[in-house]
Protein backbone atom coordinates (compact mmCIF):
# COMPACT_ATOMS: atom_id res chain seq x y z
CA UNK A 1 0.00 0.00 0.00
CA UNK A 2 1.29 3.34 -0.81
CA UNK A 3 1.94 6.35 1.98
CA UNK A 4 -0.98 8.62 2.44
CA UNK A 5 0.07 11.78 1.24
CA UNK A 6 -1.41 15.01 2.50
CA UNK A 7 -0.96 18.90 1.35
CA UNK A 8 -1.25 22.09 2.89
CA UNK A 9 -0.28 25.60 2.12
CA UNK A 10 0.87 27.95 4.56
CA UNK A 11 1.21 31.95 4.67
CA UNK A 12 4.55 31.49 5.50
CA UNK A 13 7.99 31.51 3.96
CA UNK A 14 9.32 28.16 3.48
CA UNK A 15 12.30 28.36 5.60
CA UNK A 16 10.29 29.12 8.75
CA UNK A 17 8.00 26.51 7.77
CA UNK A 18 10.94 23.85 7.33
CA UNK A 19 12.84 24.74 10.74
CA UNK A 20 9.40 24.66 12.68
CA UNK A 21 8.07 21.30 10.82
CA UNK A 22 11.73 19.43 11.24
CA UNK A 23 11.82 20.63 14.88
CA UNK A 24 10.62 17.48 17.11
CA UNK A 25 10.68 19.06 20.24
CA UNK A 26 7.93 21.66 18.26
CA UNK A 27 6.05 18.37 17.20
CA UNK A 28 3.53 18.34 20.85
CA UNK A 29 2.45 21.58 19.70
CA UNK A 30 0.75 20.83 16.50
CA UNK A 31 0.40 17.05 16.61
CA UNK A 32 -2.62 16.16 18.90
CA UNK A 33 -0.93 12.80 20.00
CA UNK A 34 2.22 13.36 20.89
CA UNK A 35 3.17 14.08 24.59
CA UNK A 36 7.11 14.07 24.57
CA UNK A 37 10.06 14.02 22.32
CA UNK A 38 13.51 13.63 23.18
CA UNK A 39 16.26 14.52 20.49
CA UNK A 40 19.38 12.61 20.49
CA UNK A 41 21.64 14.47 20.63
CA UNK A 42 19.81 17.83 21.52
CA UNK A 43 20.04 20.71 19.19
CA UNK A 44 18.78 20.63 15.27
CA UNK A 45 17.61 16.99 14.14
CA UNK A 46 19.71 16.71 11.08
CA UNK A 47 20.91 14.01 8.84
CA UNK A 48 21.22 10.37 11.42
CA UNK A 49 20.05 11.92 14.26
CA UNK A 50 17.52 10.20 16.60
CA UNK A 51 14.75 11.30 18.52
CA UNK A 52 12.30 9.26 21.09
CA UNK A 53 8.51 10.18 20.91
CA UNK A 54 5.46 9.34 23.15
CA UNK A 55 2.59 9.10 21.51
CA UNK A 56 -0.92 8.67 22.92
CA UNK A 57 -2.39 5.88 20.66
CA UNK A 58 -5.81 4.09 21.12
CA UNK A 59 -5.67 5.21 25.19
CA UNK A 60 -2.41 3.97 25.63
CA UNK A 61 1.28 5.83 25.93
CA UNK A 62 3.60 4.33 22.85
CA UNK A 63 7.16 5.13 22.22
CA UNK A 64 9.15 5.30 18.72
CA UNK A 65 12.34 6.04 18.41
CA UNK A 66 13.05 7.61 14.64
CA UNK A 67 16.29 8.10 12.83
CA UNK A 68 16.49 11.25 10.04
CA UNK A 69 17.93 10.03 6.97
CA UNK A 70 17.07 12.94 4.55
CA UNK A 71 18.00 16.54 6.02
CA UNK A 72 17.64 19.37 2.88
CA UNK A 73 16.64 22.28 4.59
CA UNK A 74 14.37 24.41 3.21
CA UNK A 75 13.16 21.42 1.28
CA UNK A 76 12.87 17.71 1.88
CA UNK A 77 13.38 15.84 5.32
CA UNK A 78 12.89 12.34 5.71
CA UNK A 79 12.50 10.12 9.04
CA UNK A 80 12.06 6.24 9.12
CA UNK A 81 11.52 4.06 12.74
CA UNK A 82 14.16 2.30 13.76
CA UNK A 83 12.16 0.07 16.55
CA UNK A 84 9.55 -1.46 17.37
CA UNK A 85 6.35 -3.51 16.12
CA UNK A 86 5.01 -0.40 13.88
CA UNK A 87 7.90 1.75 12.21
CA UNK A 88 6.50 5.28 10.93
CA UNK A 89 8.41 6.72 7.45
CA UNK A 90 7.44 10.12 7.15
CA UNK A 91 8.70 12.22 4.04
CA UNK A 92 7.62 16.32 4.78
CA UNK A 93 8.50 18.54 1.30
CA UNK A 94 8.53 21.82 1.65
CA UNK A 95 7.80 24.09 -1.66
CA UNK A 96 7.63 28.30 -2.01
CA UNK A 97 4.58 30.25 -3.13
CA UNK A 98 3.69 33.19 -4.54
CA UNK A 99 8.14 34.21 -4.79
CA UNK A 100 8.20 32.44 -1.47
CA UNK A 101 6.15 34.45 0.31
CA UNK A 102 4.15 30.98 1.44
CA UNK A 103 4.65 27.49 1.07
CA UNK A 104 3.06 24.26 0.14
CA UNK A 105 3.70 21.48 2.83
CA UNK A 106 3.26 18.13 1.35
CA UNK A 107 3.63 14.72 4.14
CA UNK A 108 3.75 11.47 2.97
CA UNK A 109 3.28 9.14 5.51
CA UNK A 110 3.23 5.25 6.08
CA UNK A 111 3.91 2.06 8.36
CA UNK A 112 6.49 -1.24 8.41
CA UNK A 113 5.06 -3.74 10.30
CA UNK A 114 8.00 -6.43 11.72
CA UNK A 115 6.48 -8.97 13.75
CA UNK A 116 3.86 -8.68 15.60
CA UNK A 117 3.31 -4.79 14.12
CA UNK A 118 2.39 -7.03 10.54
CA UNK A 119 -1.35 -7.18 10.30
CA UNK A 120 -1.65 -3.98 12.64
CA UNK A 121 -0.34 -1.90 9.81
CA UNK A 122 -3.67 -1.60 7.84
CA UNK A 123 -5.65 0.01 11.29
CA UNK A 124 -2.95 1.90 11.97
CA UNK A 125 -2.69 3.87 8.65
CA UNK A 126 -6.71 3.72 9.45
CA UNK A 127 -5.79 6.03 12.28
CA UNK A 128 -3.32 8.09 10.95
CA UNK A 129 -5.04 8.69 8.21
CA UNK A 130 -8.10 10.10 10.44
CA UNK A 131 -5.95 12.07 12.90
CA UNK A 132 -3.29 13.13 10.25
CA UNK A 133 -5.32 16.19 8.71
CA UNK A 134 -5.91 17.82 11.84
CA UNK A 135 -2.79 17.69 13.14
CA UNK A 136 -1.70 19.49 9.50
CA UNK A 137 -4.25 21.92 10.60
CA UNK A 138 -3.07 23.11 13.48
CA UNK A 139 0.00 23.49 12.16
CA UNK A 140 -1.09 25.86 9.29
CA UNK A 141 -3.15 27.73 12.27
CA UNK A 142 -0.25 28.08 14.59
CA UNK A 143 2.46 29.54 11.72
CA UNK A 144 0.07 31.89 10.55
CA UNK A 145 -1.38 33.14 13.78
CA UNK A 146 2.90 33.80 14.87
CA UNK A 147 3.98 37.36 13.66
CA UNK A 148 6.19 37.31 11.45
Known sequence: MAAAVSTIDIARPPEQVFS?????????????DV??????PAGRAGLGSRFTTIRRIGGAERTMTQEVTEDRPPRRWAVHGIDGPIRPRMTVTVAPL???ARSRVTFALDFVGHGI??????????????GAPASYRHLKDRLEAEVS
Open 98 to 100: DEG
Open 20 to 32: YVTDPSRFAEWQD
Open 117 to 130: GVPLVPMVRRMAAK
Open 35 to 40: VDVRLE
